[in-house]
């Protein structure tokens, strides 16, 4: 038993629902270990949906312990707010109204040439977290996710670990963000 345990590849962390305080084995309140998108993460965040507002897409705004110390009150309510923004925006009736009457009066063809308003504030939100990213989360050793890869249930914040994945098994982390990775 204690040759399994000890030869057993290193577990990848998988993201759970938020249930209090962190544990005091928690990587949360340490310094930030490792590299972005080369290291996996030591720790993963979830920030839930908030349902609240009914069937709108938004986000819990409430400020995770785990942060603290990391990024202020301030910057994680600015990261939701700005996220939500763009969520409201992608699922206006209206635009979704114009966008398929379109595509029907068109036999559909614009699809071809226009992209619908959804698509394009998926984009500006990709945009806002690759920003938010670079400027805030990333410096203290964080980094969203892609929500639309969990289809939008919750965003997750991964905390890097020093080890580098080229040193572990094939197995792929979904939570190593990559540039090139499609929507």
């Known amino acids: 038993m204690a040759l399994h345990t000890i030869y057993s590849a290193p577990r990848i962390p998988k993201s759970s629902y938020y249930i ?3 544990a ?3 990587a949360y309140g340490t310094s930030p ?4 998108g080369v290291h996996y993460p030591r720790e993963i965040l979830r920030v839930e949906r908030d349902y609240s507002g009914g069937e709108v897409i938004q986000f819990h705004p409430a400020y995770p312990l785990e942060l603290e110390g990391r990024v202020t009150h301030t910057q ?3 990261t939701i707010n700005s996220i939500n923004e763009r969520l409201i925006s992608a699922h206006s009736i209206g635009w979704s109204f114009f966008d398929n009457m379109l595509a029907i009066l068109t036999l559909y063809l614009s699809w071809l040439f226009l992209s619908t308003h959804y698509e394009r504030e998926m984009t500006k939100l990709r945009a806002t977290i690759d920003r938010l990213n670079r400027d805030v989360y990333n410096p203290a050793g964080l980094n969203i996710l892609w929500p639309r890869n969990v289809a939008f249930l919750f965003v997750c ?8 994945s080229s040193s572990r098994t094939n197995n792929r982390s979904p939570y ?6 499609t929507m």
């Open 20 to 22: 209090g305080p962190p």
């Open 24 to 26: 005091s084995t928690s």
């Open 33 to 36: 270990t490792g590299k972005i």
């Open 76 to 78: 994680f309510q600015e």
């Open 157 to 164: 914040q991964p905390s890097l670990n020093s080890l580098p």
């Open 176 to 181: 190593l963000s990559s540039r090139s990775s």
